[in-house]
């Protein structure tokens, strides 16, 4: 009897979350609309950035050791930027792109309006990572991955080194991911092994770390301004949704894991999953579970949103292309 019942209610549960997964999927549908060749052979892009001043998705194709300018409108290339020798996070401001060198452990910098390498900065650290901007006090800030480091860069010409801060745990088992700065609260979000660090960027100081007992590895984020929340990547095959202060709100599952990248679309309610299994999910925020996939390609992991005309640009590694997918 009590087996029969237990069956009966995992067969209620099952349908009900079949019935409302088929019925969100239904509501969200995205088609690919364009597939943009790059130069050279590819094979691993660490970042993918949108930046809606220019109107252009920035893509690191280190294999080829240089930069990937399109232009969002046209979806052409619209220029090609090298000399870096492999490039792995990219943070756009203002007037200037910052780019990570993990080879060289340099902050290369281009000039946006030329598209030019202007300056090429040592790091101090190892494997330089992530890079994030504090738009604040124009401020950059580094993420070094073998040193356990964020260095912080003034965000103007000649780019001086100005501080250094000691990551935590001390020592990690892998390092810092990429990190993220958000106006609104005025703090930079720092992956570091399976917690995140919470950096005051006035003092330069790690202010709190957040520990949610993840198994794997904590991964980047972004920052929902309508909600008030952050959305954190993690391997452990969820996402987690978390308050300013750090307390966790809710965790949305899903069936991949391999996740790098995320990017959101706030007005369209839509999180979207850089997952190398070859799918990217898609999360709707308010309904906190996977709606919809987009169809890309075995390891493909980096991907941004252009928020005006709600387009997703995704890297496809190994053809060497940008997906560009968009709502239906």
Not at 206 to 228: C, E, I, N, T
Not at 259 to 268: E, F, G, L, N, P
Not at 295 to 308: F, G, I, M, Q, R
């Amino acid at each position: 009897m009590r087996r029969i019942s237990k069956l009966a209610v995992i067969a209620v549960v099952g349908a009900v979350a079949l019935t409302n997964a088929c019925w969100a999927s239904a509501q969200s549908h995205y088609k690919l609309v364009k597939t943009i060749a790059l130069p050279g052979n590819g094979g691993h892009g660490d970042w993918v950035t949108f930046d809606p001043q220019t109107r252009t998705a920035w893509i690191v194709q280190s294999p080829e050791h240089n930069v990937v300018v399109i232009d969002a409108d046209k979806l052409t290339v619209k220029a090609v930027i090298g000399g870096i020798e492999d490039g792995n996070g990219i943070a756009v401001g203002e007037k200037y792109a910052f780019v990570a060198d993990a080879t060289t452990n340099k902050l290369v910098v281009i000039d946006k309006n030329t598209l030019k390498q202007i300056a090429s900065v040592d790091t101090g650290g190892k494997k330089s990572d992530g890079v994030t901007i504090d738009t604040q006090n124009g401020k950059v800030f580094v993420a070094n991955d073998d040193s356990n480091t964020e260095t912080v860069f003034e965000g103007e010409a000649p780019f001086a080194r100005v501080g250094n801060i000691e990551l935590r745990p001390q020592p990690a088992k892998d390092g810092p991911d990429v990190n993220l700065y958000v106006p609104g609260l005025d703090r930079i979000y720092q992956p570091v092994d399976n917690v995140v660090d919470v950096i005051d960027p006035n003092s330069s100081q790690v202010v709190a770390v957040w520990d949610f007992h993840l198994r794997k590895a904590a991964k980047p984020m972004v920052y929902d301004s309508q909600a008030g929340h952050l959305i954190i990547g993690s391997r452990d095959k969820k996402i987690l949704i978390v308050s300013p202060d750090g307390k966790l709100v809710d965790s949305i599952p899903f069936e991949g894991g391999d996740i790098d990248q995320i990017a959101v679309d706030v007005a369209a309610r839509r999180v979207f999953v850089g997952d190398k299994i070859g799918s990217a999910e898609v999360v709707d925020l308010d309904a906190k579970q996977v709606v919809d996939h987009l169809k890309t390609e075995k390891n493909a992991h980096t991907l941004a949103v252009d928020p005006a005309t709600h387009r997703i640009f995704v890297y496809l590694d190994t053809s060497n292309k940008i997906g560009v997918y968009e709502p239906v």
